[in-house]
């Protein structure tokens, strides 16, 4: 069983172009969030929900808006996708929001923007 | 500002033993994880540091010292399989994860 998975694995994609990233997880997690990983490999906190609601929301364009259906779900939409957002997006999942709690990683949705 | 510093890149012999070392500065602390990236895949967890000193799993090993802002990964008896990316993150005092680039671990026969 697949503990945090995403939707689409791969996503090839025109600069202007609208999409979505959708991920689960079935561990029973209060709180998910998304990161992206760039071509050097860091890894950046873009957004973090617990219980649907939104704890954390760095500074990241507008153009990228989460929404959390519920607190299994957590869905990225990026609109007007520019060259600069090809990268790797996990979405993680962790039992609580206080930060000490181990984050479980889905596998990556890897976007390239052309 | 807030700073993770790993070494990019480093290279161990199988069998051998290895130090992968993390150095930070961040606003506050309330602990300090190492993550393993395979490459492609996504990052697992290892260890979680709070207090000062050594704690051992394995054949993994991590050790803090927050009077120096610094911590390591200690990995005996390396296996091909521990090829892998392996990431610094420090909790700031805003709860809030900070990540280092990682350091890429390669093993050789």
């Known amino acids: 069983d697949t503990a945090v998975s995403q939707t689409p694995k791969y996503l090839v994609t025109q600069m202007g172009n609208d999409k979505s990233i959708k991920c689960e997880q079935n561990?029973?997690?209060?709180?998910m969030y998304w990161y992206k990983q760039d071509s050097k490999k860091f890894l950046k906190i873009m957004f973090s929900?617990?219980?649907?609601?939104?704890?954390i929301n760095e500074t990241v364009p507008n153009r990228f808006s989460p929404k959390s259906p519920d607190k299994a779900h957590l869905n990225l939409h990026i609109n007007s996708l520019e060259l600069g957002d090809s990268a790797v997006y996990f979405c993680?999942?962790?039992?609580?929001?206080?930060?000490?709690?181990?984050?479980?990683f889905g596998p990556g949705t890897r976007l390239l923007v052309l | 500002g807030q700073n993770i510093d790993q070494p990019t890149e480093m290279t161990a012999t199988e069998g051998a033993i290895v130090q992968i070392n993390c150095t930070y500065q961040t606003s506050g602390f309330n602990g300090l994880f190492w993550y393993q990236q395979h490459a492609g895949e996504a990052p697992t967890f290892l260890s979680y540091?709070?207090l000062d000193g050594l704690e051992e799993k394995g054949r993994f090993s991590s050790f803090l010292s927050r009077s120096k802002g610094y911590s390591y990964l200690l990995l005996k008896e390396l296996q091909m399989k521990d090829s892998a990316s392996y990431l610094c993150?420090?909790?700031?005092?805003?709860?809030?994860?900070?990540w280092g680039a990682g350091t890429k671990l390669i093993i050789k026969p």
């Open positions: 540091n709070v």
């Open positions: 929900y617990n219980n649907k609601e939104l704890i």
């Open positions: 993680a999942s962790s039992q609580g929001s206080s930060g000490v709690e181990t984050q479980y």
């Open positions: 561990l029973g997690h209060d709180t």
């Open positions: 993150a420090v909790l700031d005092s805003n709860y809030q994860l900070i």
